[in-house]
C-alpha cells in the first residue's frame, strides 16, 4: 500500500491580462506528489519531524512552508547560497531520499493557446502541436503586450494582433539570420496556419494535466493500491475533482499543517520552482537593446564551491536517478524550462570536484548553452515528430500506423518490445514518437505488422532517425540489432 500526497506552486486561479502582465508572474505551475509504502512510513516522518524541529525559526504560524525560501538566494543558482542556506538545503533533499518523486511542469499561456486551437487536430498536412508550441514560446520569451490584452480584452482581435507581432518580429529577426533562422521559418508557418483559427470564446483553467501523468506513473510501475492525499483548497474542490476526472481513486484532502507528506511536496514543489524561475531570469535579456544577441547564463553561476556543487549532484540524483521511471517527470507541449532545469542539473552532475569546473571557468556558460540547445532541439523533435495516424474509427482508442500496425493512443497499453539479455534481432520497419514522447518501434512479424515500446534509452536514436528520415535519408526498414548488458542498452543497423 502506498500514500502519495500532493501540494503545487505558482498556480495563479485565475488567469488573466493582470495576472500574465504582473512583475511577479511565472509562466510556470509546477505540482509534485510525494509517496511511499506503509512499511517506511514511520520513518520518513520522523524524519522530516526532526527536520523542522531544527529549522523552525523558519516557520509560519507554526509550519515550515515553502514561503521560507527566498528568490534573492537563488540569483545566481546554488553558487549564491551561504553556508547557512546549504545546510538548510541539503537536510532538506536528504528527506527525499528514499521517497517516490513525481513532479509535473505546465505553462500557463499553454493552457490559453490549447483553448484557441482546441477545435483543430493534427494530421498528415498540419501540425499543430507545432503551431501551439511556437506560439507559446514566442509569447512567453518577447511578452508582446497588446498579443497578451488581446487575449483577456478582446479574442477577436488575437489572432491579427498575433499575426502583426509575428511579422515584425520576422523583420527584426532579419538582422542576425544566422542566430534566428529557424525562428523566423517557424513564424512564417504559423503566419499561413493563422487563417483558420477562431477566437477564444472563454478562457478556463484546467487542473487535470498534472495528475494525468500521475495516473500514467502508476501504471508504468504498477501501483494499484494507493491513496492520494491533496491540500484542502476550498469548497469547490476543483484540485480533487480534477484527480478524480484522470480516473484516480482513493482521493481525499487534507489541511497540510495536519499531514507531514503535504508540507513535503509543498517544499519540493517550491524549491523546483525558485531554481527554474532563477535560471529563466538568468537567460532573460532585460536591457532595451534592440539587437538580437545570444543570451548565455552568466560566469557567476558557476563559482561554486564543493558544498553547492554537492547540492547540485544531490539534486540530479533525488530527481533524475532514483526516479527513473518515463513519467516522473511530466509536461505539456511547452517545455523549454523544465528542459534547461534538467540540462543545468546533468551538466554539473558531470563535474567531479570545483577544481574540473575551475579548469574552463570561462567556457562553461557557453559550454551549458551547447548542451540547452541540443536538448532544446530533441525535444522540439518530438514534438514535431509523431506517428502519422488514420483512425480506426472516429471512437476507437488505437489506430492504424502507414506499416497497418495497430497502436493504442495510451502508449502504456502498447506491449514492451521483448528485449532479452545480450543479442536481439528485429526487422524495423519504422521508428516514431507519440505526442507524449513514448517511443514507438513497428516489427514485421509472421503473424503480421506489430507496433511495440521501446525502453526510453533509444530515445534519442529514435530522434536521430526521425530527423534524418524528414532530411530525405531513410534508414528503415532494415534489420536492427538491439543488445543489452544489464542497465546500458546498444543498437546498431545492419
Partial sequence: MHTFFYDETEHSRVIN????????????????????????????RNSYIL?????????????????????????????????????????????????TIYFSVFSKIEYVINQLFA?????????????????????????????????????????????????????????????????????????????????????????????DGFCRLLQEININEYTLVLDREGDNQNTLKAACSVGLTNVSEEVSDNEIGI??????????????????NALIDKTCNEQIKKKVLPKEWFRLNSKQLNLYKRLYRILC??????????????SDDLVMFISLLQYMNTFESVECI???????????NSAFCENLSNRFSIVHNKLPMEFVNNDSESFCNQRGATVHKNSLLNLALPLKEGKN???????????????????KEKEGNKCYRLPNAYADWAVLLIDMANRG??????????????????????
Fill in 263 to 280: 508540507r513535503m511536496a509543498d517544499m519540493l514543489s517550491g524549491f523546483i520552482s525558485k531554481l527554474m524561475q532563477a535560471l529563466r
Fill in 17 to 44: 491580462y493582470k495576472t500574465v502582465t504582473a512583475d511577479n508572474f511565472y509562466d510556470n505551475f509546477i505540482a509534485s506528489i510525494v509517496g511511499w509504502t506503509d512499511e517506511s512510513d514511520a520513518e520518513i
Fill in 51 to 99: 527536520f523542522e524541529n531544527k529549522y523552525a525559526e523558519r516557520k509560519t504560524k507554526g509550519e515550515l512552508k515553502s514561503t521560507t525560501m527566498k528568490s534573492k538566494d537563488f540569483r545566481n543558482g546554488f553558487a549564491s547560497f551561504s553556508n547557512n542556506t546549504i545546510g538548510f538545503y541539503s537536510d532538506l533533499l536528504s528527506q527525499f531520499e528514499n521517497v
Fill in 425 to 443: 534481432i528485429y526487422h524495423v520497419l519504422s521508428v516514431g514518437i507519440d505526442n507524449k514522447g513514448t517511443v514507438l518501434i513497428t516489427i
Fill in 321 to 334: 536517478e532514483k526516479n527513473k521511471h518515463w513519467y516522473s517527470i511530466y509536461s505539456g507541449i511547452y
Fill in 473 to 494: 535519408m531513410n534508414l528503415l526498414p532494415e534489420n536492427v540489432l538491439f543488445t543489452v548488458h544489464g542497465e546500458d542498452y546498444f543498437v546498431d543497423i545492419l
Fill in 358 to 368: 575551475q579548469k574552463n571557468y570561462d567556457m562553461h556558460p557557453e559550454y551549458l
Fill in 119 to 211: 477545435d483543430y487536430k493534427n494530421s498528415a498536412l498540419v501540425d499543430f502541436d507545432l503551431a501551439k508550441y511556437t506560439v507559446i514560446k514566442a509569447i512567453n520569451i518577447y511578452k508582446p503586450v497588446n498579443v497578451i490584452e488581446s487575449i483577456y480584452t478582446s479574442p477577436r482581435s488575437f489572432v491579427d494582433e498575433l499575426k502583426m507581432f509575428l511579422s515584425q518580429q520576422i523583420e527584426r529577426d532579419r538582422q542576425n539570420t544566422s542566430l534566428k533562422e529557424s525562428e523566423i521559418q517557424a513564424f512564417e508557418n504559423v503566419l499561413i496556419l493563422l487563417d483558420e483559427v477562431k477566437p477564444i470564446e472563454n478562457l478556463n483553467w484546467y487542473y487535470y494535466p498534472a495528475f
